[in-house]
């Protein structure tokens, strides 16, 4: 039987029928060659965690190339002849690193390190491909497939720019500055000088001269045929071969990259599938007078084909257009095998969808050819190729006419963020003057977004033929006419149908700007005739550091951070695959909140081959929650699995198992829920459906109403308002996941979890067995931001009982869709509120109510969080603030970065922002007359910062720019904020110094993830045993050395835990005086050895507990955010942040920056692109995926991101005179709000409307920004 053969870093390996399409090269990579530093999380190309490099000779020049792909996306049956580089392939602790992963490490760039293997690979495939020759742009350019929710980016950007030819100083003066701190030998292997490892080649060439890379031989072209019980692979290499393999059957599917089962999941395959990747016939380009592209070019080759020809061919000189737009379509990785043919069958299978190349080909009349056999081909238009019968037939090419240069063609795609995201509307221009005149022969407008029936604007076409369409009078009909021929198809997860419609249109007007003459048009409209681009970004960070203290303050990168750029940091889910074991996944209630379930009935899904049990809660030994009542913060007995009335949609029910992850989700569906009743009454999914209902009185509970002390009898105006702040997803990049391994204690459980003792107290009590017979031990968590705390403990339950049941290891890994539904997000908050305030602003009275969501159950209650922040800096003496919690059928909202403390800081500066627009202050007088007065620093802040960010003179520059725009406006706005600490605990260390060479091992009750504290807790002992950094080492946390130890959360966990350990090591140092005394100034190593032959104990532990004489303390921030906005899209653009935050004296300084810049860019996300969509019939999550939930990407940070700490700055309350810097600046972020509503509220005075306070819904998207502009017909001129 022929093989699939191919290699992963240089060792071959073969697949045979064993193999189904639906092995991914990723679940090869990790369960068969069990090499786990390759990641995944969604598993349809939206996060890039899974990228890998490969090699392979690609027809039709038979090159070899090395690019990066999506490892999820690529059936291992794809890789015959590829070469596979993984992330361990490029350097490890045995081999040493390579500079791209050393450098990524000394930048800073991971935090958790759970996407950073993406990254490194994404970046080796690049730098290989173009030897190394890189511009700074480029390399900014091409990680828009790569999310990353820790970092903010900024300092991934830095690591990668550091090799661009044209880094520039402040990089490169960073990459100095950090190699010369010299704090870990980044080769990381311990040897001699001149050592091979420091001289690892990375000339791309190079590297690859000698190497053996190619298995497949360059003749072996025949078909290749895999045959299994199920599946029929044919690999075929010509048109014949195709033709012949369709033939044999009906049944089948073509694959060409097979990337598009990204955008619309491939639930089952069916029995044939025909690889065409490698059809000669279908790739690379031939010109007649047309442009024919083979419809298996990848859209890398395309556009590199495009640049050339627009560069060297007048005729084509279109295609550059063309170029620019394809950058913006999916990403590197899915470019690099995604094909011209893959996309316009997706195109065709679902008319709905927005194809960037329909649109961009369907603009120039672009001829598809499509064949029916090797010499049968036919010619049509892409219309035409929507209709036609596609069975047997295979798309050969597409055919691009030249255009004449009296002829113009504008493109547009508008998306909700600035990268690989698809569009809300995409758009095509093609223009046809007469010759040396401005009348239109004829025009083209093709739209995607709108419709599947929706392509060609016919009407407005027809009317503008033989019109000068740079007249107003000519424009407002032609925009009439648009706007009434477009008819918008509601799509639930896609803005709204008036949103779409009248983005459509002004994109239209936006080409008619783009073309019209300058003596035609008014230059202010100029602004609107192109989209925001953004500018490379750059960044700066402004600390001191005490060197009389270091290793404390110093800044060093992580601990870890090699073992993260090379896939080496273990996370649960890398534990080795065990023999027989099993994997769980959820069975949901996909219905109505109050529906009340039956029974399950699960024979379908236990016939299928490798299906092995069904649990539902009847099963469950224990009793049936991960929320019992021994966990503190949690008063509600959660259910694992629903036993009766279904509070939320897709609450599991039962749980499926079997032989390996996919199957388990895939299963999971069949099983089916009998209802004994399903609700038909619409669900109660916000605050304010709850409010407006009959069950008001039911779910809305009193947490808690201050009253005020005093009221001011000045009252000059009274100003209402209310706030709507929606909820956010986590978006850890390792999603919900535990591993249960039985033994013959009881059960070890490797939990992503935030909290050790809580994982213990629920495992134990749903298995019923003694808590001393669970152990929970975790080396790290891929991003936890609150997510993990309580919420962790579900899966870890659900695989604990599977374990228990089975006795054997069960993985429980949540699908994103599964995550997303199923784990509750950040807690919805409503306010309205009445103040009355003199003549300067200052408040004589507030009464603020709000509300916040609990969702279905009482636990994670955040009221009281935003009770102690609501203050801030203000004097809250007039203040009546009254709480309320309320129940709404969404899953229990819990904790997320910055929980309740972003609410209630947002809803105070909302105020003040109110107060001094209604009275036309200024918003920074406003603040300040309302401040505390004493012991407060941030007046000096304020001033402090305004002069850094040159504030006041570029107040003057947004106006004059506003002034002298009128399609794009800018806002500059400063906030401040004073973020109350507060202390949890308890939580231990543990520090054991070794006899035999005086090095320390720690563990601490904390847990890892991503934030720092093993670095922090290093730098501590370091520093209060007075030895070296490379002396410590730090264990995973487990429960067992940590007991009874807090959640790691609330910012504390670092300092708390760094308490504790500075605690143990003082107990320790207490032990070794004598002996210190005894030797005279001895050396550590004899000073141990010393002790130990006495006697001494040298293992220490300490509980730090809130008894401890730590106080609660303030940390100040002040936060300038410039936006741009184009009014005409909805885009934005952040131009600068300037952020000062008191970090105290800190504990390690460049994890501080990182811990406030990756705060502040996921405030970002969730007041710009972050957007949660219900079905409001069934209450069901819509919005489940990376297609259609946007976080941040890398273009989407401040172009300009400037952070300062506060000079001279200690703490006497805190830890070593530190602070906290987790989630304040997330606080901060909510600026962009306000400098927003002042670019908007300039662009509707500019529009006739009266001046007003502008309220834009949050978040603020593209579609709310657009839609606050308030845009008529009548406002698109020219003149
Ligand atoms: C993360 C992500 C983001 C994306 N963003 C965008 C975007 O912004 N804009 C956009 O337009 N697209 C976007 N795409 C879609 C992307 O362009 C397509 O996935 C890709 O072009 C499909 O090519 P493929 O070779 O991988 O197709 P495959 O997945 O192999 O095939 C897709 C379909 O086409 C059929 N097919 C393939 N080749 C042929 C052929 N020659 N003849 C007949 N049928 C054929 C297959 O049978 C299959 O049904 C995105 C995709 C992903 C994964
Ligand atoms: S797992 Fe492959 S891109 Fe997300
Ligand atoms: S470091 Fe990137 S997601 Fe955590």
Redesign the pocket.
């Known amino acids: 039987m022929a093989l699939i053969t191919f290699k992963i870093n240089g060792k071959q390996y073969e697949a045979d029928g064993r193999y189904s399409p639906e092995v991914s090269l990723n679940d090869y990579i990790r369960t068969e060659v069990s090499l786990n530093g390759t990641k995944a999380m969604c598993h349809?190309?939206?996060c890039g965690a899974c990228i890998v490099s490969v090699q392979a000779s690609l027809p039709p020049s038979n090159e070899v190339k090395t690019f990066a792909v999506?490892s999820c996306?690529v059936s291992i049956l794809s890789c015959h002849g590829w070469e596979i580089t993984t992330v361990e392939g490029i350097g490890n602790k045995i081999i040493g690193y390579h500079e791209i992963q050393s450098r990524l490490a000394k930048f800073n760039g991971t935090q958790c390190g759970y996407c950073t293997p993406g990254w490194v690979m994404n970046f080796y495939s690049l730098y290989m491909s173009k030897n190394g020759n890189l511009t700074a742009e480029e390399i900014e350019n091409s990680f828009s497939?790569n999310i990353c929710r820790c970092t903010g980016y900024r300092a991934i950007a830095d690591a990668f720019k550091s090799f661009a030819s044209n880094s520039g100083q402040s990089v490169n003066k960073k990459l100095k500055d950090i190699e010369d701190l010299a704090i870990f030998n980044t080769c990381g292997v311990k040897c001699k000088e001149n050592c091979h490892h420091k001289k690892i080649n990375h000339n791309a060439n190079d590297n690859f001269k000698d190497n053996e890379w190619c298995i497949l031989n360059k003749d072996d072209n025949e078909t290749r045929v895999l045959k299994s019980q199920r599946y029929m692979w044919s690999k075929v290499y010509s048109l014949k071969q195709a033709f012949k393999a369709m033939k044999q059957c009906d049944n089948y599917?073509?694959?060409?990259?097979?990337?598009?089962?990204?955008?619309y999941h491939v639930k089952s395959y069916p029995d044939n599938v025909i690889d065409?990747?490698n059809i000669a016939e279908?790739k690379g380009h031939t010109q007649d007078v047309n442009l024919i592209l083979g419809?298996?070019t990848t859209?890398t080759d395309m556009v590199e084909i495009f640049l050339r020809l627009s560069a060297e061919n007048e005729d084509f000189a279109y295609l550059k257009e063309f170029y620019d737009h394809v950058d913006?379509?999916?990403?590197i990785p899915?470019?690099n095998?995604?094909?011209?043919?893959?996309?316009l069958?997706?195109k065709y299978?679902n008319n709905e969808?927005?194809?960037?190349?329909?649109v961009l080909f369907e603009t120039v009349g672009a001829m598809v050819t499509i064949a029916a056999s090797v010499n049968d081909n036919k010619i049509m238009t892409l219309l035409d190729f929507l209709n036609y019968d596609?069975r047997q037939?295979?798309?050969?090419n597409i055919v691009l006419p030249p255009l004449p240069s009296y002829c113009s063609v504008k493109t547009y795609?508008i998306m909700p963020r600035s990268q690989?995201?698809?569009?809300a509307v995409n758009a095509g221009f093609f223009f046809k003057f007469q010759k040396n005149s401005r009348i239109l022969d004829n025009i083209t407008m093709v739209f995607g977004g709108i419709s599947s029936q929706f392509t060609h604007a016919i009407q407005t076409e027809t009317i503008l033929k033989e019109k000068d369409p740079f007249t107003d009078e000519v424009l407002q009909r032609a925009l009439k006419t648009l706007y009434d021929e477009m008819i918008v198809e509601a799509a639930p997860t896609e803005p709204s149908q008036t949103y779409r419609k009248l983005l459509a249109v002004s994109l239209f007007y936006k080409s008619i700007l783009h073309l019209c003459p300058d003596d035609k048009l008014n230059p202010r409209n100029k602004s609107g005739a192109e989209i925001i681009k953004r500018v490379i970004s750059q960044g700066t960070q402004m600390y001191e550091t005490d060197k009389t203290v270091w290793p404390l303050n110093q800044p060093i990168p992580k601990l870890e951070a090699l073992l993260q750029c090379s896939g080496e940091a273990v996370f649960a889910n890398d534990l080795t695959k065990q023999n027989d074991e099993v994997y769980g996944a959820f069975v949901t209630a996909d219905v109505s909140p109050g529906s009340i379930i039956k029974k399950c009935d699960a024979i379908d899904a236990l016939k299928e081959p490798g299906v092995i049990a069904f649990y539902s809660a009847k099963d469950i030994p224990g009793e049936n929650t991960f929320t019992p009542e021994q966990i503190p913060l949690t008063a509600d007995r959660e259910e694992i699995l629903c036993s009766k009335t279904v509070k939320f949609n897709g609450q599991p029910v039962g749980i499926i198992v079997a032989n390996n992850q996919k199957l388990a989700n895939r299963v999971a569906k069949l099983v089916k829920v009998e209802y004994e009743s399903i609700n038909t009454n619409k669900p109660l999914l916000t605050i304010s459906d709850v409010l407006k209902s009959s069950e008001r009185e039911k779910r809305v509970k009193t947490f808690k109403i201050i009253e005020s002390t005093e009221t001011g009898k000045d009252v000059k105006c009274i100003i209402y308002g209310e706030i709507n702040m929606g909820s956010q997803y986590h978006y850890y990049m390792e999603t919900q996941t535990c591993v249960t391994v039985p033994n013959e204690d009881g059960m070890d459980v490797y939990a992503g979890t935030q909290w050790l003792d809580a994982t213990n107290i629920a495992v134990a009590n749903c298995l019923n067995i003694p808590v001393n017979r669970v152990n929970v031990i975790v080396r790290r968590v891929g991003g936890g931001y609150g997510g993990k705390i309580t919420r962790s403990l579900h899966v870890a339950c659900a695989a604990a009982i599977v374990s228990h049941l089975l006795n054997k290891t069960c993985r429980f890994v949540l699908s994103l869709q599964d995550n997303m539904k199923i784990i509750g997000k950040r807690a919805p908050t409503y306010c309205n509120f009445e103040v009355g305030v003199n003549k300067q602003g200052e408040i004589q009275y507030l009464k603020n109510k709000y509300y916040q969501d609990l969702g279905c159950a009482e636990n994670e209650v955040v009221a009281g969080i935003t009770l102690g922040h609501i203050g801030s800096c203000y004097t809250t003496k007039r203040w009546t603030i009254e709480a309320y919690t309320v129940h709404t059928d969404t899953p229990s909202t819990t904790w997320c970065r910055a929980p309740g403390s972003m609410e209630g800081i947002v809803m105070t500066e909302y105020i003040m922002e109110k107060i001094a627009y209604t009275l036309k202050k200024d918003p920074i007088e406003v603040r300040l007359i309302n401040m505390k007065k004493d012991d407060n620093p941030l007046p000096d802040l304020i001033n402090q910062l305004k002069t850094d960010a040159d504030f006041h003179s570029r107040e003057l520059i947004v106006q004059q720019f506003n002034k002298e725009n009128r399609w794009r406006k800018r806002g500059l706005k400063l906030m401040p904020m004073t973020y109350e600490l507060f202390y949890i605990g308890p939580y231990n260390a543990l520090v054991s110094i070794y006899h035999a060479d005086g090095t320390v091992s720690v563990t601490h009750g904390a847990v890892e993830m991503g934030q720092g504290v093993n670095t922090k807790v290093a730098q501590v002992c370091a520093h209060v045993l007075g030895i070296g950094l490379d002396k410590i080492t730090i264990k995973p946390t487990n429960s067992f050395t940590s007991p009874n130890c807090m959640a790691t959360g609330a910012s504390v966990g670092s300092e708390c835990v760094s308490y504790a350990a500075m605690k143990a090591c003082e107990i320790l140092l207490e032990r070794l005086k004598p002996f210190r005394d005894e030797l005279d100034e001895p050396e550590w190593k004899d000073l141990i050895r010393k002790a130990h032959y006495s006697g001494v104990d040298l293992q220490a532990s300490y509980m730090y507990s809130t008894n401890e004489p730590v106080k609660p303390y303030d940390i100040y921030g002040v936060v300038a955010l410039e936006v741009e906005i184009d009014c005409l899209t909805g885009n934005h653009e952040v131009k600068r942040v300037d952020l000062l935050e008191d970090t105290g004296r800190s504990l390690s300084p460049e994890i501080d920056v990182a811990q406030i810049e990756g705060a502040f860019v996921m405030g970002l996300g969730y007041w710009t692109s972050e957007k949660l969509i219900y079905d409001k019939n069934t209450g069901e999550l819509l919005t489940t995926r990376?297609?259609n939930y946007k976080p941040p990407g890398i273009k989407d940070i401040p172009a300009d991101f400037r952070i300062y700490f506060r000079r001279n700055s200690s703490n006497t309350c805190g830890v070593l005179q530190s602070k906290a810097t987790g989630e304040p600046a997330l606080c901060l972020a909510a600026v962009i709000t306000h400098a927003f509503r002042e670019a908007i509220s300039s662009a509707r005075l500019e529009a006739g409307y009266p001046e007003q306070w502008v309220d834009i819904e949050y978040p603020c998207t593209i579609e709310n920004l657009y839609m606050a502009v308030g845009h008529k017909l009548e406002h698109f001129k020219l003149k």
């Open positions: 349809e190309g939206g999506n996306l497939g599917k073509l694959i060409a990259g097979n990337t598009g089962q990204g955008v065409i990747f279908l419809a298996g859209l913006l379509v999916a990403h899915v470019k095998i995604g094909t011209i043919g893959g996309n069958y997706l299978l969808f927005q194809s960037d190349l329909f596609m037939k295979i798309i050969l795609k690989n995201s698809h569009a990376t297609w």
